[in-house]
């Protein structure tokens, strides 16, 4: 449960565009840099940046009498070059901060007469470069959506019972690497691996022939958990700081060869985007919709009660080198079969602690409508139908100079709580087919 909200009907001083996504109903976290400032904390509004280490300078951020911490602490937590030192401040102060920058922003404000302030401040977003919010010490993916389940399942094994059978039991996933997750902007070269071309043949080796982005939404943990002791479904949004697209890339054809007995490897590992800004609980909090029905009732451990699952709107663009744009995919993040708050509980039942920093995706976030599969792997139906752009070419995978663009916002009676952009485009691959 959040702590608090922002009133429904909150305006801004600050000139905001209405169909912006970060609204003062927003007010979300990242890391930029300028030319003349380094490495800080800062919140988005509309066009703009909110400089947080100004604002801790000047003294106008402050802490909760009863934090662990101090203003010192907290001007030197927004100083660094990632969020984790901040976010380990616990909910009471980051939730702290972004309601007093809320203050500071509305209409009502004082504020809004100290030009001073607001020259040092705030930086325009289109001077700024958006950097990694976060240290990652761990990611774990999940395979959480029914409708990708059932897809995949149906075009490898058996269309009349595409899932596994621990599959409507718990929560699928595998752990990733953190190392090669990177902010949106940072173009990802195709990887190279050993492939399998014919049943009867010998390996290659060679860059991958199928490239597919994951069209997924992850959370970031801001509490460390103990050694040993689980967290409970209960618990677990106190453990969640908040939210981020995510693109976990995927090379069909080197992960089909090497995923028995163990799982993804090379196929998954060469590269994840994430979006820049990290959108909190506290901002979703009117979003809230139910979890899916699940059949069978799951184990006690994964019980938990409440709207847990938030509407959010997701889609997938495709740009191709000569520019050519077409949206290919529109999903939402309530297709979750899984919850947030399940998968956590989950990952730690055996005692696994978990880290202020770690990722948790939600995994490939595919919808009951063809135009809402979340992978290029459903969408072509693995290659039979090829997508046509407007541009004449035609796609059945992910080709060098495409540019994979994920967007995601949540909206209600003329709100907007948006995340920006994860945006990728593709280098060709070092190697050569062998």
Request: charged letters at 20%; a negative charge; glycine letters at 8%.
């Amino acid at each position: 449960m959040a702590l608090t909200t922002i009133a429904w009907n909150m305006q801004s001083w600050l000139d905001v565009a209405p169909d912006s996504g970060f609204s003062i109903h927003n007010l979300p976290f990242g890391v930029f840099e300028t030319r003349d400032r380094g490495l800080r904390a800062g919140i988005a509004i509309g066009d703009y940046i909110v400089d947080l280490a100004v604002l801790a300078e000047r003294r106008l951020l402050s802490v909760p009498t009863d934090a662990p911490c101090n203003e010192g602490d907290l001007q030197r937590a927004l100083n660094q070059p990632v969020l984790n030192d901040f976010i380990a401040l616990g909910k009471p102060v980051t939730s702290a901060v972004r309601l007093r920058v809320q203050e500071l922003l509305a209409a009502s404000s004082h504020a809004a007469q100290a030009p001073d302030l607001w020259t040092h401040a705030l930086v325009r977003q289109r001077d700024a470069e958006m950097r990694m919010p976060l240290r990652v010490p761990n990611y774990t993916d999940f395979y959480s959506s029914l409708h990708h389940a059932m897809n995949v399942g149906a075009m490898f094994r058996d269309p009349k019972n595409p899932l596994l059978p621990n599959w409507r039991h718990l929560p699928v996933a595998y752990h990733g690497r953190a190392s090669s997750i990177v902010v949106s902007g940072t173009p990802i070269r195709r990887p190279c691996g050993q492939i399998k071309r014919e049943a009867d043949a010998a390996p290659i080796f060679g860059p991958t022939r199928a490239l597919d982005f994951e069209l997924e939404v992850a959370f970031a943990i801001g509490k460390a958990s103990q050694l040993g002791r689980p967290i409970t479904t209960s618990e677990a949004e106190d453990y969640i700081f908040g939210l981020v697209l995510f693109n976990d890339w995927s090379a069909r054809d080197i992960q089909k060869w090497e995923y028995q007995p163990l799982g993804p490897f090379l196929g998954k590992n060469f590269g994840s985007t994430i979006s820049p800004w990290i959108v909190t609980l506290e901002a979703l909090e009117p979003f809230r919709v139910p979890t899916p029905s699940q059949e069978p009732k799951p184990l006690p451990y994964l019980r938990f009660a409440g709207d847990t699952s938030f509407d959010v709107h997701l889609e997938v663009d495709i740009t191709t080198p000569n520019g050519a744009t077409m949206t290919v995919c529109r999903s939402n993040f309530k297709h979750m079969y899984w919850n947030m708050c399940q998968q956590l509980a989950h990952h730690t039942v055996n005692g696994c602690n978990v880290e202020v920093g770690d990722l948790m995706a939600s995994g490939t976030l595919s919808g009951p409508t063809p135009e809402s599969y979340g992978s290029m792997l459903e969408l072509t139906w693995n290659g039979r139908n090829p997508i046509c752009l407007p541009d004449g070419s035609t796609r059945t995978f992910i080709e060098d100079g495409d540019t994979v663009t994920l967007r995601g916002w949540a909206e209600r009676d003329g709100v907007r709580v948006g995340f920006g952009e994860a945006r990728t485009t593709i280098l060709p691959a070092w190697c050569t087919e062998a």
